[in-house]
């Protein structure tokens, strides 16, 4: 038997990390705490995904069927992403249909892409309706104008900008490469690498997000698709979306409000190691392994001594 404390030190892993793979070992205590001692078998399971180099053939390169989908909906999806208020700066155009006149300051992909985040239940089946066949009637076109135009007038533009929850479609947002070569130069370390980030949300509150290799369980082994990074919400325990090495997002459900973290990745995705090193000075954990860092050279960079062996 062995302490969860040693094996995480031991194997220069996090809590998180261990209790992750615990669970897709199938092993299940739910008064798993960093005391709990762990079968020596199931140890040395754990201990084979840590320690030993992934063979070829135990690795998965394949993208998911979603991210083949053609997305006629790109377009407008990154450049509202990619703006934090666009609505403010636009004048109200008039329209009509069927006898119904209205003015509105949003598109059709933009009104319906509104339409997805708010709270009446049948304005959102009418929006999913449009992304998924585009077959709306012009009286569902009018009352979603309307209600999108509604929501201006009470949160303002900035806050629709953030409203706005996606297809579950990819759609090419990201420059990738930063992101994937930060994993790329821990994987041949750790088979399955983290980075750490924190992001301060709508309403100031810091949380934590991770990415990693997608993994996927399969009997005793964990499978790792290099080509894939998962992005996650360690704060509400929620994945949030997947990136692919061509950029390409794919968000996990349309009833995550993702645009403002994908505005936080995007400018990480362009000073990746910034982002990193800062992960330690406001949190004073390692941004490598999650542990607390306790002396200030380590709080300055950012990670432990054990994870520098490694590399920034």
């Known amino acids: 038997?062995?302490?969860?404390?040693?094996?995480?030190?031991?194997?220069?892993?996090?809590?998180?990390?261990?209790i992750d793979s615990l669970k897709g070992l199938g092993y299940d205590d739910e008064y798993l705490?960093?005391?709990?001692?762990?079968?020596?078998?199931?140890?040395?399971?754990?201990?084979s995904i840590y320690i030993h180099v992934v063979p070829e053939n135990d690795?998965?390169?394949?993208?998911?069927?979603?991210?083949?989908?053609?997305?006629?909906?790109e377009k407008a999806l990154v450049e509202l992403t990619l703006q934090n208020n666009t609505f403010d700066k636009?004048?109200?155009?008039?329209?009509?249909?069927?006898?119904?006149?209205?003015?509105?300051?949003?598109?059709?992909?933009?009104?319906?892409?509104?339409?997805?985040?708010?709270?009446?239940?049948?304005?959102?089946?009418?929006?999913?309706?449009?992304?998924?066949?585009?077959?709306?009637?012009?009286?569902?076109?009018?009352?979603?104008?309307?209600h999108a135009m509604a929501a201006y007038k009470v949160y303002g533009g900035a806050f629709l900008t953030h409203l706005m929850a996606l297809p579950k479609l990819p759609f090419k947002a990201l420059d990738a490469f930063q992101l994937f070569n930060e994993l790329d130069k821990r994987k041949t370390?750790?088979?399955?690498?983290?980075?750490?980030?924190?992001?301060?949300?709508?309403?100031?509150?810091?949380?934590?997000l991770q990415m990693s290799f997608d993994v996927n369980n399969q009997s005793t082994k964990q499978i790792r698709n290099s080509n894939v990074i998962v992005v996650k919400n360690k704060s509400t325990g929620k994945v949030l979306f997947k990136v692919d090495r061509k950029g390409y997002v794919l968000p996990v459900t349309t009833k995550n409000q993702i645009?403002?973290?994908?505005?936080?990745?995007?400018?990480?995705?362009?000073?990746?190691?910034?982002?990193?090193?800062?992960?330690?000075?406001?949190?004073?954990?390692?941004?490598?392994?999650g542990r607390s860092l306790t002396d200030?050279?380590?709080?300055?960079?950012?990670m432990g001594p054990s994870c520098l062996q490694y590399g920034i």
Do not use: W
């Open 1 to 18: 038997m062995k302490r969860v404390s040693t094996i995480t030190k031991e194997l220069n892993i996090s809590l998180d990390q261990l």
């Open 33 to 47: 705490n960093i005391n709990t001692r762990i079968p020596k078998e199931v140890f040395e399971k754990v201990k």
């Open 59 to 73: 690795t998965q390169n394949e993208l998911e069927i979603s991210f083949q989908q053609h997305h006629s909906f």
């Open 90 to 146: 636009r004048e109200e155009v008039f329209r009509s249909f069927d006898g119904n006149d209205f003015t509105t300051l949003f598109n059709d992909d933009e009104a319906f892409l509104i339409a997805l985040g708010l709270e009446d239940k049948s304005v959102r089946t009418i929006a999913n309706r449009y992304f998924q066949s585009k077959t709306v009637t012009n009286d569902q076109i009018f009352l979603v104008h309307q």
């Open 189 to 208: 370390n750790i088979e399955f690498p983290i980075v750490r980030f924190t992001y301060k949300n709508q309403n100031g509150i810091i949380e934590h």
């Open 259 to 289: 645009v403002p973290v994908l505005q936080y990745f995007i400018q990480i995705s362009k000073d990746t190691g910034t982002y990193v090193l800062n992960y330690g000075l406001e949190t004073g954990y390692c941004s490598r392994c």
């Open 296 to 302: 200030k050279e380590s709080v300055r960079i950012g």
